[in-house]
């Protein structure tokens, strides 16, 4: 089994910026070569990825979010981050922390974000 709690969520005003985390524990033997996704969800749409961390410094965004947002991680917490910049109202969703492990798909339980004056 593995365990990811997100942190970091709120509200902020357009333009703001706001860092989330999420910490992975439980049965992984190298958090340094696994891949690390944010996913979000809007009222009413799909769950989307947002960027995904692959290990070995590759990185991907969605097109909406380059350039503002950022995937990071600190292997010797276990944790990969997402500094979200220049937040805009449609970056208003629930932020989920992804990863796939031994043939499973397991996630966070979410953090609202809310973008909103």
């Known amino acids: 089994q593995v365990q990811l709690v997100e942190s970091g969520g709120g509200v902020v005003q357009p333009g703001g910026s706001l860092r989330l985390s999420c910490a992975v524990s439980g049965s992984i033997s190298s958090f340094n070569t696994m891949a690390m996704a944010w996913f979000r969800q809007a009222p009413g749409k799909e769950r989307e990825l947002v960027a995904i961390?692959?290990?070995?410094?590759?990185?991907n965004y969605d097109d909406s979010v380059k350039g503002r947002f950022t995937i990071s991680r600190e292997n010797a917490k276990n944790t990969v981050y997402l500094q979200m910049n220049y937040l805009k109202s449609e970056d208003t969703a629930v932020y989920y922390c992804?990863?796939?492990?031994?043939?499973?798909?397991?996630w966070g339980q979410g953090t609202q974000v809310t973008v909103s004056s």
């Open positions: 992804h990863c796939y492990v031994a043939g499973s798909n397991y």
């Open positions: 961390s692959k290990g070995g410094g590759v990185t």
